[in-house]
């Protein structure tokens, strides 16, 4: 098996039944799976240990003696990673951690996955007859005045580098944005020793008044919230509903943000700006779907109740593309346990096996519930409001909104696409990931048509050109 | 962490005892590391928000998204430009050094 990195230089790991991308709870609930039902199965993962997102936790070199104290349900994760390793050492499975998938191409009746390895760049290919696609989500950011400063960063951002690295963006953190992890975010940070003055959330939670049904059908999740609700008054913290950081203060660090009150639509409220001082600011306004490579293979989306793009899945999460599947995030925002129930559907549709009728029940329930919270969350138009002129929009190419407002109303552009074209806002490095909701609010394309597909990007992350000019001339 | 008033840490609540500890070299600074720490994590322990400038207006910049999607977090590890600092896991012996601009403009995105 190819683990030392001579031996990813030399790039080929046989044919598998099964490549998964991604080794988050989807990823690996699907891989241990479909080992445990008989198939052999190559994992690639961008990151450094299992786990994705939720189960991102400490480097052995730490000497946690207690990750779950970061974690809801690690027994979960605990049990899958084991699961893994012996699988790996019966040779069932092979786990290529640090390798970033750039892009999957067709070639006769199988796939090829085609990925930048390790620190070193090295190229790396996988062969294998189906591709399970589980990439999860990023953060779905909202700009505003100073989010540029150093000190302004992820909520989620700040979780993963806390659960990873046991470390904090500052001493004093404001939490804000929209959506539950928030409250997940303000109380880690809170329970790692940082004091936070307060979770900043958009929406009002009565948003949730309509949804008692699918609440109420996951009383899992009610306690979960309780127990997240129990460590914000323990820490003091306060949750300010309907209100939103509209500008970060400070020269060359946050020193200070305004928050204002928001109406309805998520529009800042004149006369209700107050100052909370803070030397860091830890926002997000939900998560995106990170769907490059399916979009790139063709698969189609639809849009979801929270205002993002995901993947249309079928009852056994096959996507309109035969030979590819997905499960997780990838398919609609919707947390690590339905992630891990998509991921072991998958595993048994790809194997031929009929599903347990206990996963499709787990799955139709915990989906309910993710479209009830998506609902709930979902950005206001108004937003936009608190944007000025001179804030940058995209942090990469350091496009101000005001040159995307004169591109829309000025040069007629009417969608993210023209914009970026005349812009160059989404041309930058990340390819859009932060700016993109942003620009196609302002292109107006937020309220007509919500959740339209994202842009096929030819690559899901930068690759050294010397790879790209190894590729055969079809597959590029 | 001492001078937190409740004496709580991210290395209290998980109960975190480091295999070792070691400096790592940050623009001609030495900085404490722990093993497994990746270099965005040294660097926010050491109270370093930015290690980079942006190519238009040479603003600071460092961690974002913290799981590699933004780049906000490029710096020189060892001499080789634009690597993404939240995912790089720090080594003994290593030299970082602030990216200014594009650093070295080689990749195709
Ligand atoms: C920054 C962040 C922090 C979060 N924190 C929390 C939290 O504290 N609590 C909570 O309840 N939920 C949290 N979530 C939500 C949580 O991540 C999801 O509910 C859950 O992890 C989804 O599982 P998944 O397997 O679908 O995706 P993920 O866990 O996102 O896993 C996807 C995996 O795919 C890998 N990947 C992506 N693209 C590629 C590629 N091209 N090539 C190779 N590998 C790739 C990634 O490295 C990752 O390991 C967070 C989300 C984000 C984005
Ligand atoms: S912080 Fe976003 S890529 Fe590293």
Request: hydrophobic fraction near 45%; aromatic fraction near 4%; proline fraction near 7%.
């Amino acid at each position: 098996m190819p683990t030392s990195p001579s031996d990813r230089e030399a790039d080929l790991v046989g044919l598998a039944d099964l490549a998964v991308v991604g080794a988050g709870p989807a990823g690996l609930a699907a891989a241990v799976a479909a080992a445990g039902l008989g198939l052999r199965v190559t994992v690639l993962d961008a990151g450094e240990r299992p786990g994705g997102q939720y189960y991102r936790h400490p480097a052995p070199g730490l000497g946690a003696a207690r990750p779950e104290a970061l974690h809801h349900d690690w027994a979960d994760f605990a049990s899958r990673e084991a699961a893994l390793r012996a699988h790996e050492a019966a040779g069932r499975i092979t786990y290529l951690p640090f390798h970033h998938v750039w892009t999957v191409v067709q070639d006769r009746q199988r796939w090829t996955l085609h990925a930048v390895a390790g620190p070193e760049e090295s190229a790396a290919a996988v062969h294998a007859e189906a591709v399970l696609i589980a990439t999860g989500a990023y953060e779905r950011q909202l700009p505003f005045p100073g989010w540029t400063l150093p000190g302004v960063v992820g909520a989620g951002g700040a979780q993963a580098m806390l659960k990873g690295g046991l470390v904090l963006p500052g001493r004093r953190v404001v939490v804000a944005g929209s959506g539950p992890l928030l409250l997940a975010v303000a109380g880690s940070l809170a329970a790692a020793g940082a004091r936070v003055p307060a979770v900043v959330e958009a929406a009002s939670y009565s948003g949730y008044a309509g949804q008692a049904p699918a609440l109420l059908r996951n009383p899992g999740k009610i306690a979960e919230a309780a127990t997240y609700g129990g460590a914000l008054l323990r820490h003091h913290v306060r949750l300010l509903t309907r209100h939103a950081v509209t500008e970060a203060h400070g020269a060359d660090r946050v020193e200070a943000v305004t928050v204002a009150r928001l109406d309805r639509d998520w529009r800042p409220l004149p006369g209700t700006a107050r100052r909370i001082p803070c030397d860091a600011v830890a926002v997000g306004h939900g998560l995106v779907p990170q769907l490059e490579l399916a979009t790139g293979l063709g698969c189609a989306t639809a849009p979801a109740a929270d205002g993002t793009a995901a993947l249309e899945l079928d009852a056994r999460q096959r996507t309109s593309v035969p030979g590819i599947w997905s499960a997780g995030e990838t398919g609609g925002i919707g947390g690590a346990q339905l992630a891990m129930t998509e991921g072991e559907i998958a595993a048994f549709a790809i194997a031929g096996v009929p599903v347990p009728a206990a996963l499709v029940r787990r799955r139709a329930r915990l989906r309910a519930f993710a479209a009830a919270m998506g609902a709930a969350h979902r950005p206001g138009d108004g937003w936009t409001g608190w944007l000025r002129d001179d804030t940058d929009v995209c942090r990469c190419e350091e496009v101000p909104a005001g040159c995307i407002r004169e591109a829309v109303e000025d040069l007629g552009a009417g969608d993210a696409r023209t914009v970026k074209l005349l812009t160059r806002a989404g041309m930058g490095w990340c390819q859009g990931r932060m700016c993109g909701p942003a620009v196609a609010a302002l292109a107006g394309e937020a309220s007509s048509s919500p959740g339209a597909a994202p842009d096929r990007r030819p690559l899901s992350c930068p690759v050294p050109l010397r790879h790209l000019a190894e590729l055969p001339a079809t597959e590029a | 962490m001492s001078q937190n008033p409740r004496n709580r840490s991210p290395r209290a609540l998980v109960g975190g005892d480091p295999e070792a500890t070691y400096m790592l070299r940050f623009d001609g600074r030495d900085l404490p590391a722990q093993t497994g720490q990746s270099i965005a994590a040294v660097l926010w322990s050491a109270g370093i928000l930015a290690w980079r400038t942006t190519r238009e207006t040479g603003a600071p910049r460092g961690a974002f998204c913290g799981i590699g999607s933004c780049y906000d977090c490029l710096v020189i590890v060892n001499g080789r430009p634009n690597q993404r600092a939240c995912l790089v896991p720090a080594r003994p012996g290593d030299t970082v050094t602030t990216q200014e601009g594009t650093g070295r403009a080689d990749l195709a995105v």
